[in-house]
């Protein structure tokens, strides 16, 4: 699990560098998932990452 924590360390702050609510939600989300070894959910959070950054594009683009 520490390479997804990693992940999620890098999203967070990631997101705090460009203010994005998604991006800090996402990772948070996924190191809290990691820390409870919450498999299921660590799937899901991760399956959900393309839609977020498809979001992130359409917003750049307005």
Do not use: V, W
Request: aromatic share 12%.
């Amino acid at each position: 699990f520490g390479d997804i924590e990693m992940f999620a360390d890098q999203i967070r702050y990631a997101g705090e560098a460009y203010s994005s609510e998604n991006l800090i939600r996402f990772g948070t989300n996924l190191a809290s998932h990691c820390r409870n070894f919450d498999i299921e959910n660590i799937k899901k959070i991760l399956y959900s990452y393309p839609e977020i950054i498809q979001t992130l594009r359409a917003k750049k683009e307005q």
